[in-house]
Nanobody
């Protein structure tokens, strides 16, 4: 079992910054890919960024140059640094962990990010 706990969401003005955290616990060795997804009101959940165990990343075009994913393996924690936030970044942000070779996939509970104009 893998558990994910997100933190760091909140209300910020456009142009501001926030950092989200995702702490993983449990059978972490079974994970090979982690990422952040988001779901805005009335829209489907979409990819923000993923990172593989080798460190390869894949960002959504809408966040390239503004968001940065990182991880602290000693703390089993993944981060999402969000800069130059826009109102359209408003969404619930979810941490995701999976194994690309099995059906293992786990979601965090989500953290709300609200960007005011």
């Amino acid at each position: 079992q893998v558990q994910l706990v997100e933190s760091g969401g909140g209300l910020v003005q456009a142009g501001g910054s926030l950092r989200l955290s995702c702490a993983a616990s449990g059978s972490i060795f079974s994970i090979n890919t982690m990422g952040w997804y988001r779901q805005a009101p009335g829209k489907q959940r979409e990819l923000v960024v993923v990172i593989t165990f080798r460190g390869s990343t894949n960002y959504a075009d809408s966040v390239k140059g503004r968001f940065t994913i990182s991880r602290d393996t000693a703390k089993n924690t993944m981060y999402l640094q969000m800069n130059s936030l826009k109102p359209e970044d408003t969404a619930v942000y979810y941490c995701n962990a999976r194994n690309d070779f099995t059906d293992l996939e786990v979601w965090g509970q989500g953290t709300l990010v609200t960007v005011s104009s």
